[in-house]
């Protein structure tokens, strides 16, 4: 039975960093959370893609794990992303953002996706996660993610979905341009006043920090020394954020810190390779080991 929904986007990407090049590469946010959030719950994905999509490249999904019957196939070219990376591998230059079938894409939620109790709106179009979150009879928790391609393009829509889910996640380059602040702490107050539970605010390898009405919680990023490529990193922590959380089927403050670690080893072992090749070599004994290394890390 699938227990995460994730709707997000499916597409091949180019990608470019000092340490590599990969060329029509499995890609989207989708692809990167759901992948992420298979290594802790059961997952389907809510998509599009085109009919150049290749055949090969759903059963690497399948392989991989992910729940594929809310994957739609149209007449038309996939999703498309182009980026760049320089030594600063916290930013991305977008080179280009191809949306193709993903414009006109009207989401239908399987039936047997209708009741699962946890859902990810993955960044893509506001206004499509608001159709896959109409569609979900009562999620227990939902999670939200987006970009700044977005913010720029339907910025009311992107605020109507902060306003609609539990847990705000973004990153702290796109919680600035949201809401207009150089601030963290006010754009997350600004998060929390338009209704979610808590804000998460990723920092790339700085790590990432969750507020509430309550309590704040920071966590550093994982000391990674072999970092090859970023893309995708927001996404896995994402889907292991949520992944967990389904899991262990506790959606309270302390728990929601573990999730945040485990969000933090998923990203930080995807970025050791080019695109999502590396998520093929994550297993719980490098998540559970990642985990003692964590404990350490933050304990004084
Ligand atoms: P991340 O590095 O976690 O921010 O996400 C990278 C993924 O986001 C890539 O695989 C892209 O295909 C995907 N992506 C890039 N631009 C967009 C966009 N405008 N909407 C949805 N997904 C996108």
Redesign the pocket.
């Given at each position: 039975m699938v227990e995460v929904v994730i709707v997000?986007?499916i597409?091949l990407?180019n990608i470019e960093t000092p340490f590599g090049k990969v060329i029509d590469t499995l890609?989207?946010?989708a692809?990167?959370s759901s992948i992420a959030s298979s290594f802790f719950a059961e997952t389907g994905v809510v998509g599009v893609i085109g009919t150049d999509f290749p055949e090969q490249r759903l059963k690497e999904m399948q392989r991989k794990g992910i729940d594929i019957k809310g994957i739609e196939t149209v007449e038309g070219k996939t999703?498309r992303?182009s980026?760049k990376y320089e030594f600063d591998l916290n930013t991305?230059k977008?080179l280009k953002?191809e949306?193709n079938v993903m414009e006109n894409f009207q989401p239908k939620i399987p039936e047997e996706y209708k009741k699962a109790e946890y859902v990810f709106l993955g960044?893509?179009?506001p206004e499509l996660q608001l159709k896959v979150l109409e569609q979900i009879k009562k999620p227990k928790l939902v999670v939200s993610d987006t970009?700044n391609?977005?913010i720029e393009t339907k910025r009311q829509k992107v605020l109507e979905v902060v306003k609609a889910v539990d847990i705000a996640l973004m990153?702290d380059a796109e919680a600035r341009e949201l809401f207009r602040t150089n601030n963290l702490v006010k754009a997350a107050k600004e998060i929390l006043k338009l209704d979610s539970d808590y804000a998460i605010i990723k920092k790339g390898e700085h790590g990432s920090v969750m507020f509430s009405d309550n309590n704040h919680f920071s966590l550093p990023g994982y000391p990674l020394e072999n970092i090859k490529d970023?893309?995708?990193?927001?996404?896995?922590f994402a889907g292991a954020l949520i992944g967990f959380l389904a899991k262990t089927k506790e959606v309270t403050e302390p728990n929601i810190r573990k999730a945040m670690v485990h969000g933090s080893i998923v990203a930080s072992l995807e970025a050791e390779g080019m695109g999502v090749t590396n998520m093929d070599f994550i297993n719980q004994f490098k998540i559970k080991e990642r985990f003692k290394e964590f404990e350490e890390i933050v304990k004084f």
């Amino acid at each position: 039975m699938v227990e995460v929904v994730i709707v997000g986007s499916i597409g091949l990407d180019n990608i470019e960093t000092p340490f590599g090049k990969v060329i029509d590469t499995l890609g989207g946010s989708a692809i990167y959370s759901s992948i992420a959030s298979s290594f802790f719950a059961e997952t389907g994905v809510v998509g599009v893609i085109g009919t150049d999509f290749p055949e090969q490249r759903l059963k690497e999904m399948q392989r991989k794990g992910i729940d594929i019957k809310g994957i739609e196939t149209v007449e038309g070219k996939t999703f498309r992303w182009s980026g760049k990376y320089e030594f600063d591998l916290n930013t991305a230059k977008t080179l280009k953002t191809e949306l193709n079938v993903m414009e006109n894409f009207q989401p239908k939620i399987p039936e047997e996706y209708k009741k699962a109790e946890y859902v990810f709106l993955g960044n893509i179009d506001p206004e499509l996660q608001l159709k896959v979150l109409e569609q979900i009879k009562k999620p227990k928790l939902v999670v939200s993610d987006t970009m700044n391609y977005w913010i720029e393009t339907k910025r009311q829509k992107v605020l109507e979905v902060v306003k609609a889910v539990d847990i705000a996640l973004m990153n702290d380059a796109e919680a600035r341009e949201l809401f207009r602040t150089n601030n963290l702490v006010k754009a997350a107050k600004e998060i929390l006043k338009l209704d979610s539970d808590y804000a998460i605010i990723k920092k790339g390898e700085h790590g990432s920090v969750m507020f509430s009405d309550n309590n704040h919680f920071s966590l550093p990023g994982y000391p990674l020394e072999n970092i090859k490529d970023p893309t995708g990193a927001g996404d896995s922590f994402a889907g292991a954020l949520i992944g967990f959380l389904a899991k262990t089927k506790e959606v309270t403050e302390p728990n929601i810190r573990k999730a945040m670690v485990h969000g933090s080893i998923v990203a930080s072992l995807e970025a050791e390779g080019m695109g999502v090749t590396n998520m093929d070599f994550i297993n719980q004994f490098k998540i559970k080991e990642r985990f003692k290394e964590f404990e350490e890390i933050v304990k004084f």
